[in-house]
């Protein structure tokens, strides 16, 4: 939170006295107070970000963007909030852009919580494209055969996919009208299926012609693809067996995990204290719809500022993040945690194997502890929904020289380049 909960509406605190200002919330940060610092009851406190991520790097000193114009403010950086501007926007440019909710927390002029404002861009991921308010409120929902409206698309409350997490998923990208390595999706979705007692209640071909079908209906080339089976509606007991008629689910559409300049400038991170499942009590082998574990630790990291989080497992080695494998490079040499870690067996990760093999690159999977991400000369993560990402700081610890090194790089662009084949 960067306003004063208690403080009076339309002031900021400036230079260490609370001042007046135009319009409530409002941030002013002080040319003269150190990085990552704030006002913030009369005292200078630390501060998880620096607002000064806010300001369009092309616009004159002095200035800010309010209501859509160019105005002098009396330091840069600074950040004002048209107070009527739609919510989870910004003018960034002089355009108002879309805006995530993340890592600056504002309040409204009445006190009462504000959206939080994050790190932006104004493109995203290159597969990705900007889904602009109620884009795809036209778009269809596969269910059991039936191609329903978004707003249409329901299941029973009494499903135990609902009620207990009871249920398997899958998450797939599609490259210029082409699922990106189906089968092993397929494969998996299957896996994880079985692993549970759980009767998929179609066949693969008929899964993959359903995919097809759902992205077509979509007008969708490139895009994200959502594979739920649930056991279906039962009782509000936990017995499986008074379930019946399984639901499958398919959903496409966009989805843009990080801001596009994070793709450039990389992740910072935070090592959770929410242990990964025990593999005897859950295998995260199976992609199952209870993600409450990751969830904890997604918290976790969006309460301390940032967007990812690692996951040790229960012997304290390095497993996976909250949705991501993990990746180190140490002199040349890629090192991630095997299976037996406790990790997803993730797609993506494969591939980014055998690419890295095949450019000539040593890749052992091996078990890893702290000490070895933070003495990594690089790290990234791999993911279907993230693709390849670099990670640059964890636990306040930077990695190499604080950017995405040489290889990570390589290696983003050539997936980029294979997926899309």
Not at 98 to 108: D, E, F, K, W, Y
């Amino acid at each position: 939170m960067l306003v004063d909960a208690e403080q009076p509406p339309n002031t900021q605190w400036f230079g260490g006295k609370l001042t007046p200002c135009s319009v409530r919330p409002a941030l002013l940060v002080d040319a003269k107070q150190p990085p990552n610092t704030q006002w913030f009851g009369g005292k200078l406190t630390p501060c998880s970000i620096s607002p000064a991520l806010l300001v369009d790097a092309k616009q004159p000193p002095n200035t800010q963007w309010f209501g859509g114009k160019l105005t002098p403010c009396s330091v840069r950086p600074a950040l004002l909030v048209d107070a009527e501007q739609p919510p989870n926007t910004q003018w960034f440019g002089g355009k108002m852009i879309q805006s995530l909710p993340q890592l600056a927390s504002l309040t409204r002029g009445d006190g009462s919580p504000e959206v939080p404002l994050s790190i932006q861009s104004p493109t995203t991921r290159p597969t990705t494209a900007p889904a602009k308010p109620d884009s795809t409120a036209g778009f269809k929902i596969w269910i059991n055969g039936t191609l329903f409206d978004k707003q249409d698309a329901k299941v029973s409350v009494y499903d135990h996919g609902l009620l207990y997490g009871d249920g398997v998923f899958e998450g797939l990208r599609s490259y210029g009208g082409k699922v990106f390595r189906l089968d092993r999706h397929l494969e998996r979705l299957w896996n994880s299926a079985k692993a549970i007692l759980l009767e998929i209640p179609i066949t693969r071909a008929e899964m993959a012609k359903a995919i097809d079908e759902t992205l077509k209906a979509n007008g969708l080339d490139d895009g994200y693809i959502r594979l739920i089976v649930t056991r279906g509606a039962g009782t509000l007991g936990l017995d499986p067996n008074r379930t019946s008629n399984p639901q499958v689910i398919i959903i496409t559409d966009y989805i843009a995990v990080y801001p596009e300049e994070l793709y450039s400038a990389g992740l910072e991170i935070i090592t959770s204290s929410s242990l990964r499942n025990h593999p005897a009590a859950l295998s995260p082998r199976i992609k199952s719809l209870n993600y409450l574990n990751n969830i904890l630790a997604k918290i976790e990291a969006t309460q301390a500022g940032c967007l990812e989080a690692l996951m040790l497992n229960h012997k304290g080695e390095v497993a996976e993040c909250t949705a991501d494998n993990i990746f180190l490079i140490k002199e040349g040499v890629l090192l991630t945690p095997p299976t037996d870690a406790g990790i997803l067996e993730g797609i993506t990760r494969e591939a980014v194997i055998e690419l890295a093999r095949s450019s000539g690159y040593e890749v052992r999977e091996v078990a890893l502890t702290r000490h070895d991400v933070y003495i990594a000369d690089e790290v990234f993560l791999t993911g279907t929904a993230v693709e390849v990402i670099a990670v640059v700081k964890i636990d306040s610890r930077k990695i190499g020289n604080g950017s995405p090194g040489p290889i990570t790089r390589e290696l983003k662009e050539k997936f980029h380049a294979f997926a899309r084949k």
